[in-house]
C-alpha cells in the first residue's frame, strides 16, 4: 500500500480555534482522523505529522528519502519564508502537493508567493480541511505510476 507523508507547519496545532473564520473550525486532529480514513478507502497509509519547527520538518522531508511515496505538506507561515524547506523537498523525487486551507492568493500580499510551489506537483488551497481529501485523491493518481522517494 503507497505510503503517504502529511506535514503540517507552525500554528496548524491550533486549528479549531485559531481564526475558525479563516480555517475552520476541525481540529488538526479531526483532520487527521479523516484523511486517515480517507487513506483506507483509497489504498493508502497516512502518516500524518505536525511541527512548530522549520528543523524538524525538514529531517521528516529527508527523511521521506526510500521511505514515503508521496508527500502533501501545508507549510503554513514558512510555505512564504523557508528556502530550507524548499532545498529539502527539492532532494525528493516522489510525488509532492503544497496544500493551504485558505485560499493564499485572495489574502495579503506577503502570502502570494510561495517558495514550495516551484517544486510540487500541484497546489490545492481555498478549501479548508477538504482540501486535505483533494489532496489525497490527488497523489494517489501521482504515486500510483511511481516508485517511492
Ligand atoms: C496556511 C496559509 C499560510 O499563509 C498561513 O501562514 C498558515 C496556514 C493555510 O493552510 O491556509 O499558517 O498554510
Redesign the pocket.
Known sequence: MPKILILN????NLLGTREPEI?GHDTLTDIEATSVQHGKTIGMLIDFRQSNSEGELIDWIQGAAGAADGIII????Y??TSVAILDALKQVDCPIIEL???N?FS?EPF?HHSYVSPVANGLI?GFGAHGYLLALDAISRLVSDKEEC
Not at 9 to 12: D, H, K
Open positions: 507547519g507552525p500554528n496548524l480555517y501545508n507549510p503554513a507561515a510555505t512564504h493551504h486551507l485558505s493564499i489574502r502570502r488551497c
